[in-house]
């Protein structure tokens, strides 16, 4: 029996120095990912600052990390072309309250929880870091979190996030086209709906 | 148990055809059209409809019953719950293996189950992912589509929620099929069939409290979202089955947008209240 154990204790040394020895051509991705993640559980888990503090300095590190410029005409698609510049910047604003109220804010949910980059691989013009997230309290119940980057000269900055095969960008833009069918394809009333939601 | 299986047959040849029928005739509106995440909806009206109610049941039993079990139960027993519904779903996850031609996998299900059902008391805890078995699980709406079934129109059922005719006849014979059902006899395997249902939704739930929460309130249409989420899931689960690389779709839908770098908009501020 104690035999059967150093043999584990030794598959398993080996397996972490595998995991820890991976080396990838996107290095520079990974590591934005560790370093955004490890920055957000400092943030969260931070007992001395108040709630509002805490608050802001999280919408700054994700304001910072994430194009949503890029994100908010993506989710639009087709309708942002067929908007008025005034419209557009209308929309711009809307969104951006709306993903400040909607996700930035509601990532404290993951505190105490590590995210280990397991991997990293070019897909088109961006790049896809793959992470899991340990259940807390366990070593095998994981979370799968993919991030889709975007890397212009080494400006690195997020554009989706893809939990358990689920793409977050994707599933907005599907919302907004669904919304859109629903009302006359109007951007008005999706602007007065996303202003209504995010109040 | 013969007729069972029979059952089974008759409803997958009955979808396996109608699945190369359809294969066939949606081969060209892909190129065609612009809008590239096509939604397989037209029962949206009655959908929307099923939805709200199970909205209404959800308020009044599913997340009460949710809440109450994550506030008494401690963290590390609904851990050993959702270890104990995950092992008791691997004889079932072992037949769609080799249903979809898996041997190595369907040999790595059936050893977790006999692992964790042992050394892993009754599979409450999981060695057998120590020792590096680890499996997705699988439903025979996965198998179904590994054999080229087409998922069909998109559906909520009452109680159950988002589905398709692919899944719902999937989970149909899954109760059919999982050995689980067929051992014991009459009395053990209903109440194994009660703990999985309703352990699992009370499971499922209580995981989700948070997130559901947020995505009802903050939703701009929450009937959208949940159905993006749900065929999202349910292809990143059918195509690690054929393994294909579902990023190439993904790259497609995010490569298809041309940006409009013309027009950055305007400088976007943070504004704190």
């Known amino acids: 029996m104690i035999k059967f154990k150093q043999h584990c204790s030794i598959v398993i040394i080996l397996f972490t120095f595998v995991i820890s020895a991976h080396s990838s051509e996107f290095a520079q991705e990974e590591n934005f990912v560790t370093n955004f993640a490890d920055e957000a559980i400092e943030i969260l888990s931070d007992e001395v600052i108040g709630e509002n503090e805490k608050t802001s300095r999280f919408t700054d590190l994700v304001m910072n990390a994430i194009d949503l410029n890029l994100v908010s005409k993506f989710v639009l698609a087709k309708a942002w072309k067929d908007s008025t510049n005034e419209q557009k910047e209308k929309y711009l604003n809307a969104f951006k309250d709306y993903f400040i109220n909607s996700y930035a804010n509601k990532l404290d949910q993951y505190s105490g929880e590590k995210v280990q980059v397991v991997g990293s691989e070019a897909a088109g013009k961006y790049v896809i870091v793959e992470s899991n997230i340990v259940r807390e309290g366990t070593d095998t119940l994981k979370i799968n979190l993919k991030w889709r980057l975007i890397n212009r000269n080494g400006d690195i900055k997020i554009i989706d996030l893809n939990i358990e095969g689920i793409s977050l960008v994707i599933a907005q833009r599907e919302e907004f086209q669904s919304f859109l069918a629903n009302n006359d394809n109007d951007i008005e009333k999706l602007i007065d709906k996303i202003i209504t939601v995010s109040n | 148990m013969k007729y069972r299986i029979f059952i089974v047959l008759f409803l997958s040849s009955i979808l396996v055809l109608q699945g190369c029928a359809s294969k066939e005739a949606s081969v060209n509106y892909s190129n065609s059209e612009t809008e590239i995440v096509s939604v397989n909806d037209p029962l949206e009206k009655i959908n929307r409809v099923v939805f709200q109610f199970n909205i209404i049941f959800d308020k009044l039993i599913l997340r009460p019953i949710a809440v109450t079990y994550k506030t008494i139960v401690p963290g590390f027993i609904r851990n050993r719950i959702t270890y104990s519904l995950d092992n008791l779903g691997m004889p079932i996850t072992a037949v769609n293996n080799l249903l979809q031609g898996e041997l190595r996998k369907a040999g790595v299900s059936t050893s977790r189950f006999i692992i964790n059902s042992t050394v892993g008391v009754l599979g409450f805890f999981d060695p057998a992912a120590s020792m590096g078995l680890t499996s997705e699980n699988e439903d025979f709406g996965q198998t179904l589509s590994v054999w080229g079934v087409e998922s069909g129109p998109y559906l909520i059922l009452p109680f159950l929620g988002p589905s398709t005719p692919r899944d719902f006849a999937g989970m149909f014979s899954t109760s059919l099929l999982d050995p689980m059902y067929q051992v014991g006899g009459g009395s053990t395997s209903n109440s194994l069939r009660v703990y999985r249902m309703g352990t699992g939704a009370v499971d499922f739930r209580s995981q989700n409290i948070e ?31 054929m393994e294909i690389n579902t990023h190439n779709q993904e790259n497609d839908i995010f490569d298809d947008f041309d940006i409009d770098e013309s027009y950055v908009g305007p400088d976007i501020e943070i504004i704190y209240d």
């Open chain 2, 211 to 241: 997130i559901l929460d947020d995505l009802q309130n903050n939703s701009i249409d929450y009937y959208a979202a949940v159905r993006s989420f749900y065929s999202q899931g349910r292809e990143s689960q059918a195509s690690n089955n």
